[in-house]
C-alpha cells in the first residue's frame, strides 16, 4: 500500500489515562468532590476500568509502527507493567503541561483537553487517543492526515439532547458539552461560504447516501446545528489549537480550570469542529470505527466476539451496567483481546 504521507513523517499520539484503582486519586476526588466515588452512577461509569490499556498499546506497536512519540497523560501514577524506557514514550503528569494550576488536582477530560498544545514536545500533527480505543488492522498515516490536512467528516445531524434524551439520560452533559463545542463557531464562520468553496466537504463520495441527505437538508439552514462527533482516533494539528486558542481563549481557560466536567465545558471537539467549518480538513468518511456498549451480558459478548471484523474499536461502559454483569463480561474480553494481542509490546516491561 503507498500513501501520500511520508511514513517517516512526525505524528505523534496523545493518549489520557486515569487509574481509578489509586488509593491517593480516590482520596482525593472524594475529598474535592464532598461525596463516595460510587455513589452516581453515571460516575462508577466514567471510572470503571476494564483493563484494556496494555493492549491499546500493543495495538499501536503492531497495526502503527509508524508512530513518533505516545505523549501519556496521567494524574501521576503509571501501570506497574509500563516500560519507561522506551524511547517512544512521554510521561506527562498534569501539573507538567497545564497553562494554570487553579484546577488542581483535576478530574475532568475537558480541562485536560484545554491544555493539549502545552503539552512538552508535541508534534504538529497527532492523533488523541481514549484509552478504550483499539486499533484492530494494520493502518497507514494516510488513514488519519492527507498532505497537512487531517482526515475527517463533516456530517450533520438533528441536535441531541431533546425532551426524551433528557428524561432518559437526566444526568448526561454529553450533548451539552457538544453543542457548546459548536456554537462559538457559527460566530466566526460562514457555512454558505464553505459550501461554495467546495461541496466535496459536505457530499464526498465516501459519505453514505443518507449522511449526504442529512447535510443537504441541514445546508438550508444558515447555522451548524449539530455536528456528529467523532468518537474514535481523532486527527488534530496543534497549530490549529493555537487559532482556536486566541479565538476562545476565555472559554478555553474556563474548562481548563475546571476540576469536575460540568455542562458548560467545552472540550477537544471545538479544535476538531473548527478544522471542518474552515474547510481545513481532507474530506473521507472511511466508516472503520465500531462502538461496542457495554449495556448487558447478553448484548455484549456476540460484539466482543466480533471485535476483529473492524478496523478501531471502542469498548465503551454504559452506566446502565451492573456491577455483577461487569465482573462477568471483563474476563471474556480479557480473554477475546488476550488472543487478538498475545505478545507483549516495546511499551511493556519484560
Same mark, same amino acid.
Given at each position: 500500500?503507498?500513501?501520500?504521507?511520508?511514513?517517516?513523517?512526525?505524528?505523534?499520539?496523545?493518549?489520557?489515562?486515569?487509574?481509578?484503582?489509586?488509593?491517593?486519586?480516590?482520596?482525593?476526588?472524594?475529598?474535592?468532590?464532598?461525596?463516595?466515588?460510587?455513589?452516581?452512577?453515571?460516575?462508577?461509569?466514567?471510572?470503571?476500568?476494564?483493563?484494556?490499556?496494555?493492549?491499546?498499546?500493543?495495538?499501536?506497536?503492531?497495526?502503527?509502527?509508524?508512530?513518533?512519540?505516545?505523549?501519556?497523560?496521567?494524574?501521576?501514577?503509571?501501570?506497574?507493567?509500563?516500560?519507561?524506557?522506551?524511547?517512544?514514550?512521554?510521561?506527562?503528569?498534569?501539573?507538567?503541561?497545564?497553562?494554570?494550576?487553579?484546577?488542581?488536582?483535576?478530574?475532568?477530560?475537558?480541562?485536560?483537553?484545554?491544555?493539549?498544545?502545552?503539552?512538552?514536545?508535541?508534534?504538529?500533527?497527532?492523533?488523541?487517543?481514549?484509552?478504550?480505543?483499539?486499533?484492530?488492522?494494520?493502518?497507514?498515516?494516510?488513514?488519519?492526515?492527507?498532505?497537512?490536512? &487531517?482526515?475527517?467528516? *463533516?456530517?450533520?445531524? $438533528?441536535?441531541?439532547?431533546?425532551? %426524551?434524551?433528557?428524561? !432518559?439520560? =437526566?444526568?448526561?452533559?454529553?450533548?451539552?458539552?457538544?453543542?457548546?463545542?459548536?456554537?462559538?463557531?457559527?460566530?466566526?464562520?460562514?457555512?454558505?461560504?464553505?459550501?461554495?468553496?467546495?461541496?466535496?466537504?459536505?457530499?464526498?463520495?465516501?459519505?453514505?447516501?443518507?449522511?449526504?441527505?442529512?447535510?443537504?437538508?441541514?445546508?438550508?439552514?444558515?447555522?451548524?446545528?449539530?455536528?456528529?462527533?467523532?468518537?474514535? &482516533?481523532?486527527?488534530? *494539528?496543534?497549530?490549529? $489549537?493555537?487559532?482556536?486558542?486566541? %479565538?476562545?481563549?476565555? !472559554?478555553? =481557560?474556563?474548562?481548563?480550570?475546571?476540576?469536575?466536567?460540568?455542562?458548560?465545558?467545552?472540550?477537544?471537539?471545538?479544535?476538531?469542529?473548527?478544522?471542518?467549518?474552515?474547510?481545513?480538513?481532507?474530506?473521507?468518511?472511511?466508516?472503520?470505527?465500531?462502538?461496542?456498549?457495554?449495556?448487558?451480558?447478553?448484548?455484549?459478548?456476540?460484539?466482543?466476539?466480533?471485535?476483529?471484523?473492524?478496523?478501531?474499536?471502542?469498548?465503551?461502559?454504559?452506566?446502565?451496567?451492573?456491577?455483577?454483569?461487569?465482573?462477568?463480561?471483563?474476563?471474556?474480553?480479557?480473554?477475546?483481546?488476550?488472543?487478538?494481542?498475545?505478545?507483549?509490546?516495546?511499551?511493556?516491561?519484560?
Amino acid at each position: 500500500m503507498e500513501s501520500s504521507t511520508a511514513v517517516n513523517e512526525h505524528i505523534d499520539i496523545v493518549l489520557p489515562w486515569v487509574d481509578p484503582t489509586d488509593k491517593k486519586w480516590q482520596d482525593d476526588k472524594i475529598r474535592y468532590s464532598n461525596k463516595p466515588i460510587t455513589t452516581d452512577p453515571s460516575d462508577e461509569k466514567y471510572y470503571r476500568d476494564w483493563d484494556t490499556l496494555k493492549y491499546l498499546f500493543r495495538s499501536i506497536d503492531i497495526n502503527m509502527p509508524w508512530v513518533n512519540t505516545i505523549h501519556f497523560l496521567t494524574y501521576g501514577h503509571v501501570p506497574d507493567w509500563l516500560n519507561l524506557d522506551n524511547q517512544r514514550l512521554k510521561i506527562h503528569n498534569h501539573e507538567n503541561f497545564f497553562k494554570s494550576d487553579h484546577a488542581f488536582p483535576v478530574f475532568s477530560s475537558d480541562a485536560i483537553e484545554m491544555n493539549l498544545s502545552s503539552i512538552p514536545g508535541l508534534s504538529e500533527k497527532f492523533i488523541y487517543f481514549n484509552d478504550d480505543e483499539l486499533v484492530v488492522k494494520p493502518i497507514l498515516p494516510s488513514r488519519f492526515f492527507e498532505g497537512n490536512k &487531517p482526515v475527517d467528516a *463533516l456530517v450533520q445531524d $438533528i441536535p441531541r439532547g431533546g425532551w %426524551l434524551y433528557r428524561l !432518559l439520560r =437526566t444526568k448526561d452533559v454529553y450533548p451539552d458539552i457538544c453543542k457548546n463545542c459548536i456554537r462559538p463557531l457559527n460566530k466566526i464562520v460562514s457555512k454558505h461560504d464553505l459550501i461554495k468553496t467546495s461541496r466535496t466537504y459536505f457530499f464526498d463520495s465516501s459519505y453514505t447516501f443518507m449522511e449526504r441527505i442529512k447535510n443537504h437538508v441541514f445546508n438550508l439552514t444558515p447555522y451548524y446545528l449539530w455536528i456528529r462527533p467523532n468518537h474514535a &482516533p481523532q486527527p488534530l *494539528l496543534k497549530s490549529n $489549537i493555537l487559532k482556536c486558542e486566541m %479565538l476562545f481563549g476565555n !472559554l478555553i =481557560t474556563e474548562t481548563g480550570n475546571s476540576r469536575f466536567r460540568n455542562k458548560n465545558d467545552i472540550c477537544h471537539y471545538l479544535f476538531r469542529n473548527y478544522n471542518l467549518v474552515t474547510g481545513q480538513f481532507h474530506p473521507k468518511n472511511h466508516h472503520d470505527t465500531h462502538c461496542i456498549v457495554l449495556s448487558s451480558y447478553s448484548e455484549s459478548i456476540p460484539e466482543i466476539e466480533k471485535i476483529e471484523d473492524h478496523t478501531f474499536v471502542c469498548i465503551n461502559d454504559s452506566e446502565f451496567l451492573s456491577h455483577e454483569e461487569y465482573l462477568k463480561i471483563k474476563p471474556r474480553l480479557d480473554m477475546k483481546l488476550c488472543s487478538l494481542f498475545p505478545e507483549k509490546s516495546s511499551f511493556e516491561k519484560y
